[in-house]
């Protein structure tokens, strides 16, 4: 599996140095190695992981895999990039810089996720993209190699390399491809995004550093790592310790002991680091670059920006923030739920008051994220497991109504309710698609965002989930689901049933229903928005075992989980 | 005493000595041949003859046993100096490559500077230091008087008069240390200063033997502080390279800094040298808060002001005293690291210096190359429609420009990581609430430093969206030649992306070990003076 790991990396990357190289040639050429290119990496995405899921399914990984948060075996890439501290007996991965990927259950699926969306940013930009197509499909890849880079990275360092560097092509796509304010658009998301993953960068660093320092007595230092497994059985170990202190032990309190400076230490590293993931998701008081970046930006890297590039940040919280600051998370989970649960009527209602299908589209996608946050800050697996469906689905059906969405505005020149209404009589399937898609996203039984979004709910409401009380923020949520349904079917009703209104064509040229390459690719998807809807449990079963540690990690459970792992490592219960 | 001729020092000094013979060869003879030889081509030789002798002495090679040989030093940081210096010389010779009036003098003067520079980073005695200092600084004054556009002459003057003042400074600092200890051997020095002991000259007021110091530290932190534009001496750099046109920018922005650092490193050896013996504990462990408290008011001051600037080359120049205060924050942390970590603020510092000197010297050299046969490109908005006549260098410039915002994949990114973790990584111990305020203050710092990065990304996004995102008015029609400059831009843009991926290259750690052990002290120093060495050194 892991040349094709690999593969998946170099051939966006190669592929976005085709485009630039070919930025002299028929856009038709492009456009075509764009398409072929997408094709490929969804082909090799899915192989990825139909082997995965084989792999899985046996039970055997789940098994052999114990308690770590490493990758499968097989999967992995693994090369010393920079080595700033010999390497020891006991550990010879540490003090080093690698350039480390792998596939384990929380990335597959984005991976594939990844690749779809993709797909259909070229596809929704088939039309609309005539101005310097090379450079344009150059930068996409980019975009594209950044994000599989960030989501299959294992290594701390790269993983905030590969993350940063979204924002660099983002920003000529939007300054250069978008709509008439296009530049302070590009600006903002650059300067916000760039500011929040500084702080996440300093999180990091810190967080590496002090789970490396050992000012204890005998001041031996343990040695620096950046691989995210290694940090994850340290962050263990450290919260064990913690665990293991009476009541009223200096530990805590006047960092007594190295892991005690490390729980002090936790709740700052905590505010740094998802300070970068809560301005990339977007969560509310950090999320006013995305209305002006999301509608400024041509439609296709509308539909990227939010069905992907969003999940960045959810990731994050994944990864690195429940895993890596358990004591912390279990303390400050009702920051973020709030944050969750307010998002998600704040953009609900935005999105009632929009005049614009695209905009509606920006705020929905700011209302329906609410629900990762609130499932993953549940804490509780079902809420967790909730918020990775929920991220999976919210790709799928945000990407299928922006693009939608794009196909609107290349057959009308325009999104605006106002000048459009009663569209259904025209165009038919695409009239049907558009309702599909919308029922999806309103959460409707059967359909795959029900699923996503009742199970963060219930992880929400279980009473036994330790540390704070969730029900208000449940039922708060659980209001936005209704909200949803309101704007969405506001929306279509508005431009699909009643009198036809239309703008006067563009090129004389009578708009037609779904073209055969739209349907390709929108038929597909509703099908797997159905079966993810009816049945949700492979992926669910797949996701299971890191979900559950995530879980337990962060429900500081881990004593139980130290002793299995690394039982002579624990000094005994005081 | 051995009097021969000391074979083994000239062939460690020749690499400085052919540019200094050549340079002076050209500039004697050059004038009267002035159209005939293709000068840059002669300076280009005698770089290259310059630097396979320094390639020869394959890095370990020390100046030799003899009395002499003490004034410089052989070792790895002292290597990576001399290479770097010739290195940038080179680059920037590359600048001057087209034919006008003072062309055998500016090539001429390019060579000293470059050798001045190279001295420094080698030096072992003050002397020495100051000479190589002068070296580089007196030729920039005819350097930029020559090439300066329509402001030169006020640039000049004003780079003149403050740069001979804060050489004054040094001079004083200097005069003092020789005054306290009776030598100029820094090795010398900083033993005599460590072994000395106050107590017996000043009875029972050690302060006093303080304040003493903290004169010599002032006056050599003002002298150097010039040079490397850090805040409370940084009035000159926004105006002088406003005048200076960017072929002399990237002079002035660049072999300054390096001969500058090279003498902080060289002087405050024992306050950088993580657990190596300091000359009294008041400067161990106050020159560290010394650098702290530059670092951070270079780096705030330089940011804020560069935001409120529309002309390229101050923006820059704001910019280049930001730069300086990063590393200032590498060198405050320097000898603050773990007793076995091997990876300190030094190697962070040297490694930041590189990035940032390819960088600045791209960004320059490619806006000389651009203001060809067009308008002058001064104020940010005058760069819009670049990507449009000249999209390659507009994405090489993008890159540059991204290095030095700390963009992942260039250069600038681990150059700032690498500071960034040094900051976070100060050990301490938990019974000495000391070492937890300097873990506290030193997280502080990283987060001044992040939070600085960030506000530096705004004017740098500027110039960036006016290449790419500024609506072209008209297009010039605007056509490029080749030009020689090319040669080196390409070079850096090749060498910024590689250490972006691969820092290995130059970002050693155990590299800089032997700053205090190997160094030679001079025969016979340190008899004169209150702080003298114990006898049985002598």
């Known amino acids: 599996m892991n040349s094709l790991v690999l593969a998946i990396l170099i051939i966006p990357l190669a592929a976005s140095a085709a485009c630039f190289l070919l930025r002299k040639a028929e856009g038709s050429i492009t456009r075509s190695i764009a398409l072929a290119v997408s094709l490929a990496l969804l082909a090799l995405t899915s192989k990825i992981s139909w082997d995965y899921l084989e792999l899985v399914s046996g039970h055997s990984q789940i098994v052999s895999k114990g308690n770590t948060f490493a990758p499968v075996e097989g999967s992995t890439v693994i090369k010393e990039l920079f080595r700033f501290q010999p390497a020891t007996d006991t550990r010879p991965d540490a003090g080093v810089i690698r350039f480390y990927l792998g596939i384990d259950g929380l990335n597959v699926f ?458 002579p490592a624990l000094p005994k219960n005081r | 005493m051995d009097n021969s001729i000391p074979m083994e020092l000239l062939k460690f000094l020749s690499p400085e000595g052919t540019l200094f013979l050549l340079a002076s060869l050209i500039l004697l003879i050059g004038p009267f041949f002035r159209e005939k030889v293709s000068w840059p081509l002669v300076s280009l030789i005698g770089f290259l003859v310059s630097y396979l002798l320094l390639l020869m002495q394959a890095g370990t090679a020390s100046p030799g046993d003899n009395p002499y040989a003490s004034v410089v030093l052989g070792g790895t940081l002292s290597n990576l100096i001399r290479h770097f210096s010739l290195g940038a010389g080179i680059f920037l010779l590359f600048l001057f490559w087209d034919r006008d009036r003072f062309q055998p003098e500016t090539v001429g003067l390019l060579m000293i500077l470059a050798g001045g520079s190279s001295m420094v980073g080698m030096a072992n005695d003050l002397t020495v230091l100051y000479l190589g200092l002068e070296l580089v600084t007196i030729p920039s004054y005819i350097l930029l008087y020559c090439h300066g556009d329509s402001n030169s002459a006020e640039s000049t003057m004003k780079y003149f008069f403050l740069s001979i003042l804060s050489s004054a400074f040094l001079l004083l600092g200097i005069a003092f240390l020789y005054g306290l200890t009776g030598t100029t051997n820094i090795a010398a020095i900083s033993d005599a200063l460590l072994l000395a002991d106050p107590a017996k000259l000043f009875g029972a007021d050690a302060l006093a033997a303080h304040r003493l110091l903290l004169i010599p530290i002032l006056g050599i932190l003002a002298g150097l502080g010039f040079k490397i534009s850090m805040v409370p001496f940084h009035f000159y750099a926004p105006d002088v390279y406003q005048g200076a046109g960017y072929r002399m920018s990237a002079v002035l922005a660049t072999m300054p800094k390096i001969a500058g650092f090279a003498g902080l490193i060289r002087i405050f050896a024992f306050a950088l040298d993580h657990g190596g013996p300091a000359p009294t504990d008041f400067a161990r462990d106050n020159i560290p808060v010394l650098f702290w408290i530059l670092a951070f008011i270079s780096i705030t001051l330089g940011n804020l002001l560069a935001l409120l600037q529309r002309n390229i080359r101050r923006i820059m120049a704001y910019s280049s005293i930001a730069h300086t205060g990063y590393i200032l924050a590498a060198f405050a942390v320097a000898s603050k690291a773990a007793p076995d970590s091997a990876f300190t603020g030094l190697s962070a510092a040297m490694f930041y210096l590189i990035v940032y000197f390819f960088s600045t010297f791209g960004i320059f050299a490619i806006l000389h190359y651009l203001e060809q046969g067009r308008k002058p490109i001064r104020d940010w908005d005058d760069l819009a429609g670049t990507s449009k006549d000249n999209p390659v260098l507009a994405v090489a410039l993008a890159i540059f420009l991204f290095s030095l915002t700390g963009i992942p994949l260039t250069g600038g990114f681990l150059a700032k990581f690498a500071i960034v973790y040094c900051c976070a990584n100060v050990p301490f111990t938990l019974d000495d609430p000391v070492s937890w305020e300097s873990h506290y203050l030193f997280i502080l710092l990283a987060l001044v430093i992040v939070l600085n990065a960030a506000v530096a990304a705004w004017y740098y996004l500027k110039l960036i969206s006016g290449i790419f995102l500024k609506p072209v008015i008209w297009l010039e029609d605007k056509s490029y030649s080749f030009k020689p400059v090319l040669i080196p831009i390409l070079a850096s843009l090749l060498i910024t992306v590689v250490l972006g991926i691969y820092p290995s290259l130059l970002l050693k750690p155990k590299a800089y070990q032997e700053l205090i052990e190997k160094r030679p002290i001079a025969q016979g120093a340190g008899i004169h003076g209150p702080f003298q060495l114990a006898d049985g050194k002598q």
């Open chain 1, 110 to 567: 984005i991976l594939q996720l990844t690749t779809v969306v993709f797909l259909m940013g070229v596809i929704a930009g088939w039309k609309s993209v005539k101005h310097n197509p090379g450079a344009y499909y150059g930068l996409l890849f980019f975009l594209e190699f950044s994000t599989l880079g960030a989501f299959l990275s294992f290594d701390l360092v790269f993983f905030y390399i590969f993350f940063e560097l979204t924002i660099v092509p983002l920003f000529f796509l939007i300054g250069m491809w978008g709509g008439p304010n296009r530049q302070y658009a590009a600006k903002k998301l650059f300067m916000y995004t760039l500011a929040g993953g500084l702080m996440t960068l300093l999180g990091l660093i810190a967080l590496v550093t002090a789970l490396g320092q050992n000012p204890g007595k005998s001041n031996t230092p343990t040695p620096v790592t950046f691989s995210i497994p290694d940090l994850v059985s340290d962050s263990m170990k450290a919260s064990a310790l913690v665990n293991n202190m009476a009541p009223g032990d200096e530990g805590l309190s006047k960092l007594g002991t190295p892991s005690g400076h490390y729980a002090n230490m936790q709740k700052w590293i905590f505010l740094a680091l998802i300070l970068g993931f809560a301005i990339k998701v977007p969560a509310v008081p950090f999320h006013t670059w995305q209305p002006t970046a999301y509608f400024e930006a041509s439609t296709p890297i509308t539909l990227i920006m939010s069905g992907i590039l969003a999940k960045l940040g959810v990731y994050g919280f994944l990864r690195i923030v429940l895993p890596l600051v358990p004591m912390a998370t279990m303390d400050m989970a009702w920051l973020l739920g709030w944050l969750g649960a307010i998002g998600i009527l704040y953009g609900a209602g935005c999105a009632i008051a929009q005049d614009d299908f695209k905009k509606m589209a920006a705020y929905s996608s700011l209302s329906h994220l609410g629900f990762c946050l609130i499932g993953i800050f549940a804490l509780n697996e079902t809420g967790i497991t909730g918020g990775v469906l929920q991220m999976i689905n919210h790709g799928l059906i945000t990407g299928a109504l922006l693009f939608l969405i794009a196909g609107l505005g290349d057959r009308y020149g325009t999104t605006r309710l106002k000048d459009l209404g009663g569209l259904g009589a025209r165009l038919k399937v695409f009239a049907g698609m558009t309702m599909f898609f919308c029922m999806c996203g309103a959460g409707l039984p059967l359909l795959n965002g029900f699923v996503g979004e009742i199970m963060a709910l219930f992880g929400m409401f279980d009473s036994r989930n330790p540390g704070y009380s969730g029900t208000c923020l449940a039922a708060a949520s659980a209001f936005g689901m209704v909200l949803g349904a309101w704007y969405l079917l506001n929306f279509l009703m508005k431009v699909f049933f009643g009198p036809v209104e239309e703008p006067p064509f563009r090129n004389e040229e009578i708009p037609g229903d779904l073209s055969r390459m739209e349907k390709a690719i929108l038929f597909p998807l509703a099908a797997a928005c159905l079966y993810l809807g009816c049945f949700p449990q492979p992926v669910i079963e797949t996701i299971r075992p890191e979900v559950r540690l995530i879980s337990k990690i962060a429900n500081n459970q881990v004593v139980s989980l130290v002793k299995e792992a690394v039982a």
